[in-house]
């Protein structure tokens, strides 16, 4: 069975703090990895795609990383307005365009 | 570009009553999704649409929800009866068909069964 989990559950910076939060995933077999950004009250908003081992991509102060097992969202001086809680989801092969989720990390960004 | 669109964005109901929930995915996107998000979790796939057909619905509670999604575009998700515990948000987001397309979610339903 697919499963992802993240880690931290809650993380609180300081502005300017910069951290990584972790993704690991068990799939058979990996079409992709995702990560989303969800404001509360709202549907979650697309970030980023890995789909192998050694990709990186990046969005202003955000930078997402993949191995075989494991994903990082680096998140370099963070600000306010970056606070939001951050998803990550797997499309195992043979699964249709499915995705797995994990539970989320909260992040607080605090001046 | 116009987003995912649902609706209502929030509903209260009694347990044992029904209620349905709307949207409308983007534009030409062939793929439409519900997924429940209960506090503090993650969102659970329930059902996948490509165009008219169902996809994927082996997490979806068929003794009390159904779906169904016409002339593959708009798709209504339907509960009866609801029971406490699906409580959640109800999120729709949408897709183009192919390999590693990321989906667009709508800003949810937030349905409370008291």
């Known amino acids: 069975e697919d499963q992802v989990t993240q880690s931290p559950e809650a993380l609180r910076l300081q502005e300017g703090e910069s951290s990584s939060l972790n993704c690991s995933y068990t799939?058979?077999?990996?079409?992709?990895l995702f990560w989303y950004r969800q404001d509360p009250g709202k549907g979650p908003e697309f970030l980023f795609t890995?789909?192998?081992a050694g990709e990186e991509k990046e969005k202003e102060r955000l930078k997402a990383t993949l191995t075989k097992k494991e994903s990082f969202l680096h998140i370099t001086a963070p600000k306010p307005e970056d606070s939001a809680t951050y998803l990550c989801?797997?499309?195992?092969?043979?699964?249709?365009?499915?995705?797995?989720f994990g539970t989320g990390t909260q992040l607080k960004v605090e001046l | 570009e116009a987003g995912v669109a649902q609706s209502p964005r929030y509903k209260i109901i009694e347990k044992r009553q029904s209620v349905a929930f709307w949207c409308n995915p983007i534009?030409?996107?062939?793929?439409l999704y519900w997924y429940q998000q209960i506090l503090g979790q993650g969102p659970k796939l329930l059902i996948q649409f490509q165009n008219n057909g169902v996809v994927d619905d082996s997490q979806l509670p068929k003794d009390r929800f159904s779906a169904e999604r016409l002339k593959g575009v708009d798709s209504t998700l339907k509960i009866q009866p609801a029971k406490l515990e699906d409580s959640a948000v109800y999120l729709c987001?949408?897709?183009?068909?192919?390999?590693?397309?990321?989906?667009?979610f709508g800003q949810g339903t937030r349905l409370t069964v008291v």
């Open positions: 799939v058979s077999g990996l079409r992709g």
């Open positions: 890995l789909y192998s």
């Open positions: 987001a949408s897709s183009f068909e192919g390999v590693g397309t990321e989906a667009f």
């Open positions: 534009s030409g996107h062939a793929t």
């Open positions: 989801a797997v499309r195992p092969t043979g699964g249709g365009n499915k995705l797995t």
